[in-house]
């Protein structure tokens, strides 16, 4: 089966808050590659699934039921041989709230918390909107990549009492090796921290790289770990509010329980957990393909920059559908290089100071959209910098 990421889609006008550029003060004409949603449609697959619950015509209050969780225990046990309980698996409407919930659980006010700069921004947001102090362990770019400086990050473990990975990585677009991922977990195991694992890219990875689950890896890790997954990355259903978190400790799972309903949430949406079941049934095809075509896009952005434009250069993604652009060769100041992408290239992109400040210099590129797209805002990109 061929599916098709070739057809542009219109999303203007469809409540998209990508495609609305005046709420967010950006000129009319800027081709949007920001926020990390895909413009492809959702698998057909799950498509049917929407369909025909929305022809049975009542929406409820809902739960997971055995099919659903049947679903999802075959996904992770299939692509990624982590085995998963049902008990440990909490619904709840995104990763996001689950860091905000999971960082209230796992320590206090004024507690230390370890992040990876540049980082999906939400979870420095997590640990100063709560009241936690941000520890930031930059990640170390040499040669064009980024990896871990483990002596900084244990100076850093050793004052917090939490650590949030990022794994595969946004926006370096790493996806840590089992080596990396046993070093952290040591270091953390050997100061009693506990860890939030953003996995929602898991399933974004290029061939020659492999994702691993940081709490399959060994039991201990499993025990202070709380797991954050989604369908909404893989499948392009984040407007769907959806996401599945793993805590196999008990005593960890009944607290951030607790803390969800104190924050009144209960039951799950009835669409969410439709689309999830059909996609993790029926999408396996469809990723394949997808991961392929993103491959080929990521190709497609290493080669024309470098004939075209090389003094911005693509940091090599290992993962995510996120190509993080290195400017700094351009010589421009955060702030020139953001108003040059947005009011002369015409590009809304993620400024990479967002991201900490290791991102400054960088602009993150949303590839998953199809390749005709890539190819216009690469030309636009040419049409400025060359
Ligand atoms: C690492 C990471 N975590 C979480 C999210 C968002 O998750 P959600 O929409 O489920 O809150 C994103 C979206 O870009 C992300 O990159």
Redesign the pocket.
Known sequence: MHYDFDTVIDRRNTYSIKYDPASRGKPDDVLPLWV?DMDFSAPPCVIDALRSRAQHGIFGYSEPDTDYCAAVRDWFRKRFEWNVEREWLTVTP????ALYIAVRVLTKPGDGVVVQQPV?Y?FNSAVRHTGRQLLVNELVYSTGRYSIDFEAFENKIKQAKLFIL?NPH?PVGRVWTRDELMRMGEICLRYGVTVIS?E??QDFVFSGNRHFVFASLDERFANITVTCT?P??TFNL?GLLH?NIFISNETLRAQFRQEYANCGLSQPGIMGLAACEAAYSGGADWVDELVNYLAGNMSLIHEFLQTNIPKIKLVEPEGTYLAWLDCSSLGLSASELDNAITHKAKLWLSNGSIFGKGGEGFQRMNAACPRSVVHNALERLKKEFV
């Open positions: 990390a995104g990763v996001v709230n999906y939400p990022c946004n953003d929602i890219h989604s909404s990355k984040a996401a």
